[in-house]
C-alpha cells in the first residue's frame, strides 16, 4: 500500500515551499549562462527528488544533505557520472533554498579525523601565517596525499604514532614517482605541517627536521624561452573571429607584452583596468599590487574581448569560462591550459616547461638581449629578490663571450 503524502490544514503538501523554488533556482542559473536543454535535464532531476521527497513523506526542514544522499541511494542503475551531475545540482539547489529562506537546518558535513585536523591547519596557515588563500588549497592537496599515504596502519593513523621513519619513508617513495621540483614543494609542505602539530601538542617532538632536504639548484640552468616569431606565431594561433580566440589572445597577449603570471591574469577583475589614465592593477604574490601600463595592443584585445562576448555575469572577473556558469576561469591552471593549447596549434614544443611562465622567460631574455639590465628586468618582472632574477645574465651568450676567460693551454672561448 503506497505512502499517503501528508498535507497540511490548508491542502498544500509539506513540500510545496521546495517545489515553488524550482523555477526562480532554474532561472537564477538561466543568468549564468547555461543552456535551455541544459536547465531541463536539471528541472527533470529536481522534478523527480520533489516527488521522492512527497512519497516518504519529509517536512520542509527535514530537508538536508543527508536526505540528498538518501535519495541518490535508492535510485538503482545509475553510473558514477550520472551521480555525480545528480548530487551537484541538489547540493546547489540546498544552497539556493537557504538563501532563499525555505529551509533554515544548517548544511551537514560529516567530517573525518583528517578533515577536522586539515581545517585546523588551514586556520593556522591563514591566521598565524598569513598565507593566500591559493598557496593554502596547495600545501592542504599536499598534505592529504601524505595522510593518504600507505605508510599509515590503522593504529598509526594519529599524528602521536608518527616517527621520523614514517616521514622519510614516505618522501622517499614520492622521490621516486615525481620530478625534482615536486619533491621540493611535497617537502616544504610537509616541514610546515609538521611544525603547525609540533607547536599545538600534537606530537612530542618536531617532525619538520626529519623531512630530508631535497637539493634545488638556483640557476642551474638556462631558462627556455620563445623567439619573437615564435610568440607572434603563437598569438596568431587564436581565433579573433570567436568568442573563444578573443578571450584566449588577450590573454596571451597579457602574458606575452607584460610577463604577468598566470594567476594573475587569472585574479584580474574589471576594476582593475584603468581606462582613462592607461594602467592596469596586478595583483601579485604576497599581496602586492603593482601599476603597469596599458599598452595599446593590450587595450585593444581587452576591449575587443569585453564588448563583444564577456556579457553580463555576477563574476567580477576579466576572464570568464566559455561554458555556463560564465564565471572566472580556474586560477592558474585555467590559463595555463589556454596556453598549452596555443602552443599545440602553433608546433611549438618548449619541452617540459609548456606553461605560461615561458612567457615571463621570454620576455626577460628579449630585454637582457636589447641592453636592458637586471635591475630593470626585475622591476618589470616585479621580483622580490634580486637574485632571482640574476639567472638571466646567463641567456646573453654573446655579452658572456666577451668576458670569457681563455682556457689555460687553449685558444678561448669559442
Known amino acids: 500500500?503506497?505512502?499517503?503524502?501528508?498535507?497540511?490544514?490548508?491542502?498544500?503538501?509539506?513540500?510545496?515551499?521546495?517545489?515553488?523554488?524550482?523555477?526562480?533556482?532554474?532561472?537564477?542559473?538561466?543568468?549564468?549562462?547555461y543552456s535551455e536543454y541544459t536547465l531541463q535535464i536539471k528541472r527533470g532531476i529536481l522534478n523527480t527528488f520533489t516527488k521522492w521527497l512527497r512519497h516518504q513523506s519529509i517536512p520542509v526542514q527535514g530537508v538536508n544533505e543527508g536526505t540528498v544522499v538518501a535519495f541518490i541511494k535508492c535510485r538503482p542503475g545509475k553510473g558514477k557520472a550520472r551521480i555525480g551531475s545528480e548530487r551537484t545540482v541538489l547540493l546547489a539547489f540546498l544552497a539556493f533554498l537557504r538563501n532563499s529562506g525555505t529551509i533554515s537546518?544548517?548544511?551537514?558535513?560529516?567530517?573525518?579525523?583528517?578533515?577536522?585536523?586539515?581545517?585546523?591547519?588551514?586556520?593556522?596557515?591563514?591566521?598565524?601565517?598569513?598565507?593566500?588563500?591559493?598557496?593554502?588549497?596547495?600545501?592542504?592537496?599536499?598534505?592529504?596525499?601524505?595522510?593518504?599515504?600507505?605508510?599509515?596502519?590503522?593504529?598509526?593513523?594519529?599524528?602521536?604514532?608518527?616517527?621520523?621513519?614514517?616521514?622519510?619513508?614516505?618522501?622517499?617513495?614520492?622521490?621516486?614517482?615525481?620530478?625534482?621540483?615536486?619533491?621540493?614543494?611535497?617537502?616544504?609542505?610537509?616541514?610546515?605541517?609538521?611544525?603547525?602539530?609540533?607547536?599545538?601538542?600534537?606530537?612530542?617532538?618536531?617532525?619538520?627536521?626529519?623531512?630530508?632536504?631535497?637539493?634545488?639548484?638556483?640557476?642551474?640552468?638556462?631558462?627556455?624561452?620563445?623567439?619573437?616569431?615564435?610568440?607572434?606565431?603563437?598569438?596568431?594561433?587564436?581565433?579573433?573571429?570567436t568568442s573563444r580566440g578573443r578571450r584566449d589572445y588577450a590573454i596571451l597577449t597579457l602574458l606575452a607584452r607584460l610577463g604577468l603570471r598566470a594567476g594573475e591574469v587569472a585574479?584580474?577583475?574589471?576594476?582593475?583596468?584603468?581606462?582613462?589614465?592607461?594602467?592596469?592593477?596586478?595583483?601579485?604574490?604576497?599581496?602586492?599590487?603593482?601599476?603597469?601600463?596599458?599598452?595599446?595592443?593590450?587595450?585593444?584585445?581587452l576591449a575587443d574581448y569585453l564588448q563583444k562576448d564577456r556579457g553580463k555575469s555576477v563574476s567580477r572577473m576579466v576572464f570568464l569560462r566559455i561554458q555556463a556558469p560564465h564565471i572566472g576561469l580556474e586560477g592558474a591552471s585555467g590559463i595555463s591550459q589556454i596556453v598549452g593549447r596555443a602552443f599545440a596549434h602553433a608546433g611549438i614544443r618548449p619541452g617540459e616547461r609548456v606553461g605560461a611562465h615561458?612567457?615571463?622567460?621570454?620576455?626577460?631574455?628579449?630585454?637582457?638581449?636589447?641592453?636592458?639590465?637586471?635591475?630593470?628586468?626585475?622591476?618589470?618582472?616585479?621580483?622580490q629578490f634580486p637574485s632571482t632574477t640574476q639567472i638571466y645574465a646567463k641567456v646573453d651568450i654573446d655579452a658572456l663571450r666577451e668576458v670569457a676567460l681563455p682556457w689555460p693551454g687553449g685558444r678561448g672561448l669559442r
Not at 499517503?4 to 543568468?31: E, H, N, W, Y
Not at 584580474?268 to 603597469?292: F, Q, S, V, Y
Open 1 to 33: 500500500m503506497p505512502m499517503k503524502t501528508k498535507r497540511s490544514p490548508t491542502g498544500c503538501t509539506a513540500v510545496d515551499p521546495v517545489i515553488v523554488q524550482i523555477m526562480p533556482f532554474l532561472s537564477a542559473l538561466r543568468d549564468t549562462g
Open 267 to 301: 585574479r584580474l577583475e574589471l576594476a582593475d583596468i584603468h581606462w582613462r589614465t592607461g594602467e592596469i592593477l596586478i595583483h601579485g604574490k604576497g599581496r602586492r599590487i603593482d601599476c603597469l601600463p596599458l599598452l595599446a595592443d593590450i587595450g585593444e584585445a
Open 105 to 241: 537546518t544548517p548544511p551537514i558535513k560529516i567530517l573525518s579525523t583528517d578533515d577536522l585536523l586539515l581545517q585546523r591547519y588551514s586556520k593556522y596557515l591563514m591566521d598565524e601565517r598569513g598565507l593566500l588563500d591559493r598557496t593554502i588549497k596547495v600545501y592542504l592537496g599536499l598534505i592529504r596525499i601524505f595522510l593518504a599515504g600507505a605508510a599509515f596502519k590503522a593504529d598509526s593513523r594519529s599524528p602521536g604514532c608518527w616517527d621520523a621513519q614514517i616521514v622519510r619513508n614516505f618522501l622517499l617513495g614520492v622521490a621516486r614517482a615525481r620530478s625534482n621540483k615536486s619533491v621540493h614543494g611535497m617537502a616544504t609542505a610537509l616541514r610546515s605541517f609538521f611544525r603547525f602539530l609540533y607547536q599545538h601538542d600534537e606530537t612530542a617532538a618536531n617532525l619538520a627536521l626529519a623531512v630530508p632536504m631535497v637539493r634545488k639548484w638556483r640557476q642551474a640552468g638556462i631558462p627556455p624561452h620563445l623567439t619573437s616569431e615564435q610568440i607572434e606565431k603563437t598569438l596568431a594561433t587564436a581565433d579573433r573571429s
Open 358 to 383: 615561458l612567457f615571463r622567460h621570454s620576455l626577460a631574455t628579449r630585454m637582457i638581449r636589447h641592453g636592458a639590465s637586471i635591475p630593470e628586468i626585475s622591476e618589470v618582472l616585479r621580483h
